[in-house]
């Protein structure tokens, strides 16, 4: 069964191979994501229907598992089906794990944006300071502008709304 393959995977691979906490940390996502879900099923059922590996993504995403832990689910299982593929070659013979996508990091910042009369106290700041250059506070003062505009999404053509109009 899948669930035998990953005490496998844990006791011949994982303890050699890896850290002690990302074997802790395999165990803890495996015994709350996978195992409940896929540990009694056979290695020739993934291979006769590899949906199953599908309907099990599907499922974490309808349980809503939060895309970390789905992330480390789906990467963890991966591990364990190509390593259980080289070692039992009969049982497995196609790559199942090859079925689906592991969720990427989506990188977020949080962007602030100033409002537009901050933008301009900024700017009349960077133009009253005192600078040797008589250029400088104007060449400041139109980086301020650029940057601060841009970032807000005053100077720039803002994406159009997701959402419709009703």
């Not at 039992?88 to 196609?94: K, S």
């Not at 602030?112 to 960077?126: G, H, N």
């Amino acid at each position: 069964t899948v669930g035998e393959l990953f005490k496998e995977w844990i006791a011949n691979h994982a303890a050699h191979n890896t850290g002690e906490r990302y074997a802790r940390d395999s165990i803890r996502a495996w015994d709350k994501h996978i195992e409940p879900r896929l540990g009694r099923v056979k290695l020739g059922a993934l291979a006769n229907d590899p949906g199953i590996i599908v309907r099990f993504h599907e499922d974490l995403q309808n349980a809503e598992v939060a895309i970390s832990a789905r992330r480390a689910s789906l990467a963890l299982l991966r591990s364990v089906l190509r390593w259980g593929r080289r070692r039992y070659p009969r049982a497995l013979p196609t790559d199942v794990s090859g079925l689906f996508q592991v969720p990427s990091y989506k990188r977020r910042r949080l962007i602030r944006a100033a409002d537009p009369l901050a933008v301009e106290r900024i700017i009349e700041a960077v133009l009253n300071r005192p600078h040797r250059d008589p250029l400088g506070p104007i060449r400041d003062a139109a980086l301020v502008t650029a940057m601060g505009f841009t970032v807000s999404g005053l100077g720039t053509n803002p994406r159009p709304s997701r959402r419709t109009e009703i």
